[in-house]
């Protein structure tokens, strides 16, 4: 039974460390300093964006999921301009591909792309959409796999709990 119970818990461990990202900031942890090319405007630094909560979306053109999401996030912006900045983050290799998801997509916020995967590898993006809250000094509060409707009453609620706002 011990034997077993050991093997369990061994393979479990074994099976989280190969499903990290290398070089993946874990949640609670805060991120590393990085440049991102810019798709909507100028390149950045992520670090320009600390100072407020902050979340992040990791996209890509070929993913339907992540376009379903997009309105949501956008009213999300919207609804918390003055408490928080939204930005995304695509992970496609042809900028083309990318600003015709954002033609559809028709967003406001900052959208930047990930030549080079930093971001992708940092965030643990082996899953899109990706979202990450961000507390303002830069340390990761969440990430949430998969795509949600970011305006929802029990979405909006656990973003007021996770960034500490009153009632919006």
């Known amino acids: 039974m011990f034997r077993w119970l050991f093997a369990l818990l061994l393979s479990s461990h074994l099976a989280a460390a190969i499903a990290a ?17 810019g798709l909507t405007g100028e390149s ?11 979340i992040i979306n990791v996209w890509a053109s070929y993913c339907p999921p ?12 919207h609804r918390f301009h003055d408490e928080l900045t939204v930005i995304g983050v695509s992970i496609d290799d042809h900028r083309d591909r990318a600003l015709r ?8 916020f900052p959208h930047f792309i990930d030549h080079q995967l930093g971001v992708e590898n940092m965030l643990g993006a082996n899953r899109i959409p990706l979202t990450v809250l961000v507390d303002g000094s830069g340390r990761i509060l969440h990430k949430v796999y998969g795509a949600r409707e970011w305006d929802s009453p029990e979405a909006l609620q656990a973003i007021r709990r996770a960034f500490g706002f009153e009632r919006r």
């Open 21 to 37: 990202t290398p070089g993946e900031v874990a949640e609670g942890h805060v991120l590393r300093e990085i440049t991102m090319d």
């Open 44 to 54: 950045k630094a992520l670090s320009s964006f600390f100072g407020r909560p902050l």
């Open 66 to 77: 992540c376009l379903a999401e997009m309105a949501s996030l956008e009213r999300l912006s």
């Open 101 to 108: 998801f954002l033609d559809q997509a028709d967003t406001g």
